[in-house]
């Protein structure tokens, strides 16, 4: 009898199905974002830390779900899915309004949700938040509270491994799915 580590292994070895290759652009992705800076504009550490995550999480999907029934998977697989794409207009929503590209380079940078008391008054027609990050050497905490800079942060970047997290888990339980057919 097969326990869900040897299949987790065998699918690994398996290059003739498709699912094979969804498997491997699954552990691919959150490395691929590091370079190509995909996700939310984090530390290097962040990006390694929710790159192992996702390769964790992998491992134990399989070793804890290969042997439940194909009515449980199917479940699962709905909800997964379901929950990825909510956590994908998530990831819509947090990068077009909490983040801002710093000139023409790629980086991009999470600004907060609460303007300082002391730059509000600033602000107005002709000069605005942008001009004010411009101004503050792009630095959005002299723009913006401290406390909601973090916040938008840490929620942008819990949404961001809730997608990859609902993304593995769906693709694997696919791929047990597609197995036992």
Request: with cysteine.
């Amino acid at each position: 009898m097969r326990s869900g580590l040897s299949e987790f292994f065998a699918l690994v070895k398996d290059f003739k199905h498709i699912q094979s290759l969804a498997f491997k652009g699954m552990v691919v992705l959150p490395l691929a974002s590091i370079w190509l800076k995909l996700g939310p504009p984090t530390s290097d550490i962040t990006d390694a830390f929710l790159s192992i995550t996702e390769l964790v999480l992998l491992i134990c999907v399989f070793q804890m779900w290969y042997r439940k029934p194909v009515g449980q998977l199917r479940r699962r697989f709905k909800v997964s899915t379901g929950l990825f794409f909510v956590a994908l207009l998530g990831i819509v929503y947090f990068s077009q309004f909490y983040t801002v590209q710093i000139g023409e380079t790629k980086n991009r940078i999470i600004v907060g949700s609460k303007i300082r008391d002391d730059v509000s008054p600033l602000l107005g027609p002709s000069y605005t938040t942008l001009d004010a990050l411009r101004d503050s050497e792009y630095d959005p905490t002299r723009v913006w509270t401290t406390n909601s800079v973090h916040l938008i942060s840490v929620l942008f970047e819990l949404d961001w491994l809730l997608a990859l997290a609902m993304f593995t888990i769906s693709v694997s339980t696919f791929a047990m799915l597609q197995r036992r057919q």
